[in-house]
């Protein structure tokens, strides 16, 4: 094999681990709280503004 055939093959390798982490990111559960957790944030502006909204 030639020295630009490993190079490609190493640069392959690494778009597809990355491309792969990207994706795996994205499916795995996020380590912060869910929806109206009231985790030491106060959403009590945004309730109020939906409630003036409807």
């Known amino acids: ?6 190079i490609i093959a190493i640069l392959f390798a690494a778009a ?3 491309v792969c982490r ?10 912060s709280c869910g929806t109206n957790c009231k985790c ?10 939906k409630a003036n909204n409807q």
């Open 40 to 49: 030491g944030v106060d959403f009590s502006a945004i309730e109020a503004d």
């Open 22 to 31: 990207l994706v795996y990111n994205s499916l795995s559960a996020k380590k």
């Open 1 to 6: 094999m030639s020295i630009q055939t490993i």
């Open 16 to 18: 597809v681990f990355y």
